[in-house]
C-alpha cells in the first residue's frame, strides 16, 4: 500500500483542517458542552461552503450527486472532521451531509422517487431500525419483531431498541423477521413514521447526547407490499453489505479524536510544571505520549489498509473488522492517557476530552463490539464454518 | 426511570431554592394547578448547575411559575429533549409556554404511552 496521500488528498486534508478550525472550533465556543447539533440556520451556512468544498453528501456515489472520492479519502476527511468536541458522533455537526441510508440505493424507481431522492436533498430524514431488545450484533438470528402478510399489507409488531434519529425522521428501514429462524428469514421495509401503530416511546440516554437513541414500539403497524426494500428474505444481505463498508470511516472517526486530545496531551506537557519542571521532561509522561503515537499509527494504518482494500475491489472483510476493532480500542487508550496528562482539567467539561472518553467507551460497543470484530476475524482465519 | 418527571413540587421561593446544589440536570416550572409552563435545563455551561439556573429563575420568573422540581442527570441534553418531547405528546404538540427559547424543529415526536 502507498501511504503517501496524493496531492489532490492531500489538498482536501488541508481544506477540511481549515473549515474545522476556522467554522467549527469557534462555534463550539458557545455551545453547550455537549451540544450535538447547531441551529437550522447556522447548518444552512456550513453547507454552502461545503458545497462549495464540493464535499456535500459524503456517502453518497457520485451517480447520485456526491463527491467523487474513494474510500481512503473519504477515512482521510473522517479523520478530519471529528477533531473537535462533537466531531465523534457529530463530525462538523453533519454539514457534510449527515447521515445516509446506503441501503436506499437498492431501491425500486418508485421508491427511489418517493423516499431516496427527498433524503438526498436533505429535505426529509432517515432512520436505521435493526437492533432490538433481543441483541445487535447478530441480527440473523436476534431479529424477533414480525411482519406478517395480510392481502396487500405487512402487519408488524415488534419493538426495537438503540435506535438513532428514529423521533426525527420522516421515514426509516426496519428490518422484521417475515421467514423462518436465520438470514433468509428477514426483510427490510421501508416506513413512514407518521403511521398508525409506529411509536417513539422513550429516549435512552446513553454516555454520549449526540445522535441519541430512541426505542420504538410497533402495533399492528401496515407497511404495503411495495414498500419492501429489496427482496422479501433478503433483509440480511442488505444491511450487513452496509455495516462492513461503514466500519471504516466509522473506525476513522475514532483516530480523529485522538489525533486531537494527543496534541492537546503534548502541549499540555509542554507547558505544565509539577516540583519545578515541565511534565514533558517526566519520563512517565514520555512513555504515556509515546505509547500514544504508537497507538495512533497503528490505528491510522490499519484503516487506510482496509479502505484501500475496498477501493481495490478485493474483499476486506477482516481488514475492515481489524480497522473497527483498533482504532475503537486505540483511540480509546489514547484519550485516557491524555486526560490522565491533564490531571483534573482532564476530567472536567472545560475541555472536550470527557466528552470523547464517554463517547469513545461507546465505540468499543456500537456497529459491532470488539469481541463480534474479533469473532470476525476468527471466522475468516478458520473459514466461514466457524460459529 | 420514567420519561415524565412525576416528583413533588417545590414551592418557588428562596427557601425552596436554597435546598438546591449545583449538579446539572433538568427542571420543570408549574402554576398553582401544576401545569407545566417551562422546562429547562442546566448544562455544562450553567454557573452553579441547577441552583443557578433555579435562582435566576426565582428572580425573574416566567408568567404564572410558582413552584418547581428538578431532576440531577448527567444525560441532562437528551433528557431536556425527552421531557419536552413527552409534553408536546401530551399537549397537541405545544410547548409550555414559556419554552419560547426552544426551537421545534430540534425536537422530534415521542409518544410515551
Not at chain 1, 431522492?117 to 424477533?144: C, H, T
Not at chain 1, 499540555?268 to 509522561?285: C, D, H, N, V, W
Not at chain 2, 394547578?33 to 441547577?50: K, M
Request: hydrophobic share 40%; glycine share 10%.
Amino acid at each position: 500500500m502507498d501511504l503517501a496521500l496524493s496531492d489532490e488528498q492531500r489538498m482536501i486534508v488541508d481544506m477540511v483542517r481549515r473549515f474545522v478550525r476556522e467554522e467549527i472550533l469557534p462555534l463550539e465556543e458557545n455551545l453547550d458542552p455537549d451540544a450535538d447539533e447547531l441551529p437550522p440556520e447556522e447548518l444552512a451556512r456550513l453547507v454552502e461552503i461545503v458545497k462549495e468544498m464540493g464535499l456535500y453528501g459524503l456517502d453518497t456515489p457520485p451517480e447520485y450527486g456526491g463527491p467523487e472520492i474513494d474510500l481512503v479519502t473519504r477515512s482521510l476527511i473522517a479523520i478530519e472532521c471529528s477533531q473537535h468536541r462533537a466531531g465523534l458522533y457529530a463530525p462538523c455537526y453533519y454539514a457534510f451531509g449527515g447521515a445516509r441510508q446506503a441501503q436506499m440505493f437498492e431501491a425500486t424507481d418508485a421508491q427511489k422517487d418517493k423516499y431516496l431522492y427527498p433524503m438526498l436533498r436533505g429535505e426529509k430524514k432517515v432512520f436505521f431500525g435493526l437492533s432490538e431488545p433481543s441483541g445487535g450484533s447478530d441480527p440473523a438470528r436476534a431479529i424477533q419483531t414480525r411482519a406478517v402478510r395480510d392481502g396487500d399489507d405487512w402487519v408488524l409488531n415488534g419493538t426495537k431498541l438503540w435506535i438513532s434519529g428514529a423521533d426525527r425522521a420522516d421515514y426509516g428501514l426496519l428490518f422484521a423477521r417475515t421467514g423462518g429462524p436465520g438470514r433468509k428469514g428477514v426483510t427490510c421495509f421501508i416506513v413512514e413514521t407518521d403511521w398508525p401503530g409506529f411509536h417513539v416511546r422513550r429516549v435512552v440516554h446513553t454516555l454520549r447526547s449526540a445522535k441519541y437513541a430512541t426505542e420504538i414500539q410497533l402495533e399492528d403497524l401496515r407497511v404495503p407490499h411495495e414498500n419492501i426494500l429489496g427482496e422479501e428474505g433478503g433483509g440480511f444481505s442488505i444491511a450487513s453489505e452496509r455495516l462492513s463498508r461503514q466500519r471504516i470511516p466509522y473506525a476513522a472517526e475514532c483516530i480523529g479524536v485522538a489525533v486531537k486530545a494527543n496534541e492537546m496531551a503534548v502541549e499540555y506537557a509542554k507547558i505544565r510544571e509539577t516540583f519545578g519542571a515541565p511534565l514533558s521532561s517526566r519520563q512517565g509522561i514520555q512513555w504515556m505520549l509515546v505509547e500514544n503515537e504508537i497507538d495512533l499509527r497503528t490505528a491510522r494504518l490499519f484503516v487506510l489498509d482496509a479502505a484501500d482494500k475496498a477501493d481495490r475491489g478485493e474483499s476486506y472483510r477482516m481488514e475492515s473488522a481489524l480497522a473497527k476493532l483498533i482504532a475503537s480500542e486505540a483511540s480509546g487508550r489514547v484519550v485516557d492517557r491524555s486526560m490522565q496528562i491533564h490531571g483534573g482539567l482532564g476530567v472536567a467539561k472545560d475541555l472536550p476530552l470527557e466528552r470523547w472518553y464517554r463517547e469513545l467507551r461507546i465505540r468499543r460497543i456500537g456497529e459491532g463490539p470488539s469481541e463480534v470484530q474479533k469473532h470476525v476475524i476468527a471466522r475468516e482465519i478458520f473459514g466461514s464454518g466457524l460459529h | 426511570m420514567a420519561v415524565r418527571l412525576d416528583k413533588p413540587w417545590i414551592p418557588l421561593t428562596a427557601d425552596g431554592v436554597k435546598q438546591l446544589a449545583g449538579h446539572l440536570g433538568v427542571y420543570q416550572l408549574a402554576n398553582d394547578a401544576g401545569d407545566i409552563v417551562y422546562i429547562g435545563v442546566a448544562g455544562g455551561r450553567s454557573l452553579f448547575g441547577l441552583k443557578g439556573e433555579l435562582e435566576a429563575k426565582l428572580k425573574a420568573p416566567p408568567a404564572g411559575a410558582t413552584q418547581f422540581r428538578v431532576e440531577v442527570n448527567m444525560a441532562y441534553s437528551t433528557r431536556h429533549k425527552e421531557l419536552l418531547g413527552a409534553y408536546r405528546n401530551d399537549h397537541g404538540g405545544d410547548l409550555p409556554v414559556a419554552n419560547t427559547d426552544v426551537d421545534v424543529r430540534m425536537l422530534g415526536r415521542l409518544s410515551p404511552g
